[in-house]
């Protein structure tokens, strides 16, 4: 058994700034997730692509990302954050100057696929520091901090992005962001230390593992999938945010431009406010639920809520300025899933934090990354031949044919979240820590 002499805990200052090193890479993330709604049209005019295709090369990043996540949860429990993170952004790097500056579409579809499968580890670190430098009563509030950050990644998508590609064409505007992930990678290097511990301050993890390390890589993956709330949360969170990620993401601001005739810096405001609203929403119910010590509750609320809000935008045509409030109210209910993470950490042992972090993540990109494409072949299934430009336009029922399945994906979540236990916010793994009977159970 190791012993611990220090007493006293890291400054919040230190904490963030050790944090906060992920959590940027996890913003540069989200941009690169985001980007391809406003490079949508530069896209298909400059490699004479169709909707399924642009949703294939968009969906390149959720396909690695979703790919990567059980072996980067394993791999952070395993060889630590720092070296993790490190090695994701230098990856990162490059594949954001390949697909930037990449001569023909094979060369931008490899990197959009290493930009997806090296942000995939932004999000499972993320989770993994914060358990080490904060309180576990703030894990959902810190998570919920992250999501925001991340958040203005995807609002940089969306306007800011925008006219920067108004004035200096898509390829430069992408590219810069590879130089400043190249930075980020050294100075993630020489700054960041996985454990309070290596600053000579009293680590925060958990005492099991303080005391006994982290599962061996196949047991921890083991335990996590054999529990059944790990899947329920699994498909309750992927399939509440990825609806989000996709018309945010991509078809959007084509819808708008198309059926509503809105310029695409217009379009690109609607979807930003959706993530922005998506970014506050996620730390609001982060620190909703750790103060009143309910997960399931706010959790399942939310849902409904945003299951609603797509109903109401599937079925109901409103003026473009009502659309702000009501893609509003979906994108801050829908942060509600953050505090999946945290019930799917409490559900399960903490030697395996890192594994169930990338269990349950993979979800969320892994649905996004089928809806994207699926979406596009709906689309052109109903398209009637019109290009305007070189760019398909698509008609509104086509639109709203592809767009029930956002509504289907938010309601069947609800169903997944009823059937979750209520954990209190604390740990019910009683195997993996005698003594926690009472806290157990369903309540």
Known sequence: ?????????????????MWGFVAVFYCVGFFQRMAPAVLAEDLMRDFQLDGALLGNLSAAYFYAYALMQIPTGI???????????????????????????????????????????????????????AGHWFPAN????????ALLLGNVGGIAAGVPLAHAIDLFGWRMAMGASGFLT?????????????????????????????????????RALRSVVTKKDTWL?????????????????????????????????????????MLFALAFGAPFFGSLSDRIGRRKMPYLIATIITALGWGIFLFVKLPYLMLFPLVGAIGFTSGAMIIGFATAREVNHPGAAG???????????????????????????????????????????????????????????VFMIWFTR??????????????LERAGGDH
């Not at 494409?373 to 109903?382: A, K, R, S, V």
């Not at 019109?386 to 698509?394: C, H, I, K, P, Q």
Request: charged letters at 10%.
């Open 1 to 17: 058994m190791k012993t611990h002499t220090r007493s006293t805990f890291p400054p919040l200052r230190l904490a963030w700034l």
């Open 75 to 129: 791999l952070v429990d395993q060889i630590g954050a720092r070296r993790l993170a490190t090695m994701a952004c230098t990856t990162a790097a490059a594949g954001i100057l390949l697909f930037s500056f990449g001569p023909s579409l094979w060369f931008v579809y490899l990197g959009r696929f290493l930009i997806g499968a090296s942000v995939a580890v932004a999000w499972v670190t993320c989770m993994k520091l």
């Open 138 to 145: 703030r894990f959902a509030s810190v998570t919920g901090i």
């Open 182 to 218: 190249a930075f980020l990678a050294v100075a993630t290097w020489f700054i960041l230390r996985d454990d309070p511990e290596e600053y000579g301050y009293k680590s925060h993890a958990h005492a099991v593992v303080l005391d006994q390390g982290n599962l061996p890589a196949g």
């Open 233 to 273: 949360l699994f498909f309750g969170g992927g399939l509440t945010v990825s609806p989000v990620l996709v018309f945010a993401g991509l078809w959007g601001v084509p819808y708008l431009t198309q059926v509503y005739q809105l310029e695409v810096s217009e379009a690109a405001w609607l979807t930003s406010t």
């Open 355 to 413: 594994t169930v972090g990338g269990v349950v993540n993979m979800s969320v990109l892994g649905i996004a990354a089928i809806l994207q494409p699926f979406l596009g072949t709906i689309l052109d299934t109903h398209w009637q031949g019109t290009l305007v430009d070189g760019v398909r336009v698509y008609s509104e029922a086509a639109y709203q044919a592809a767009f029930m399945w956002l509504f289907a994906s938010a309601a069947a979540a």
């Open 422 to 435: 209520e954990t209190y916010c604390r740990i019910i793994d009683t195997a993996a820590v005698p003594g």
